[in-house]
């Protein structure tokens, strides 16, 4: 049985920081590539990043680019995101996602790509 779990997720000011952590168990960790996803109340769940099972190359979405940083410790089956100059409009549940291969590639912002899923963990920013 897959288990995908994320943590981290708090209360932090505008400007400040962040470090989500994911643990999976139940697959051969390092087989797949991994992406970060996020939900904002009434909006749709949208891709974040991504990195592929080796660690390199990193995909992120414009809004996020050059704050928040993807990586992974196959060793410990653990996903991160550290977040930095966190935004208000940063703030929203935030869903580590298996994917089904072990690149990302040109569809890694599509959530049905992806067969595992966390049950999020919550970011808010406060202005």
């Known amino acids: 049985q897959v288990q995908v779990v994320e943590s981290g997720g708090d209360l932090v000011q505008a400007g400040g920081s962040l470090r989500l952590a994911c643990t999976v168990s139940?697959?051969?960790?390092?087989?797949?590539?991994m992406g970060w996803f996020r939900q904002a109340p009434g909006k749709e769940r949208e891709g974040v990043s991504c990195?592929?099972?080796?660690?390199?190359?990193?995909y992120y979405s414009d809004s996020v680019k050059g704050r928040l940083t993807i990586s992974r410790d196959n060793a410990k089956n653990t996903l991160y995101l550290q977040m930095n100059f966190l935004e208000p409009d940063d703030t929203a549940m935030y869903f580590c996602?298996?994917?089904?291969?072990?690149?990302?590639?040109?569809?890694?912002?599509?959530?049905?790509?992806?067969?595992?899923w966390g049950q999020g963990t919550q970011v808010t920013v406060s202005s």
């Open positions: 990195i592929r099972w080796s660690g390199l190359p990193t």
């Open positions: 996602a298996v994917k089904k291969h072990n690149y990302c590639a040109a569809s890694w912002p599509n959530k049905y790509d992806y067969n595992y």
């Open positions: 139940g697959l051969t960790f390092d087989d797949y590539a």
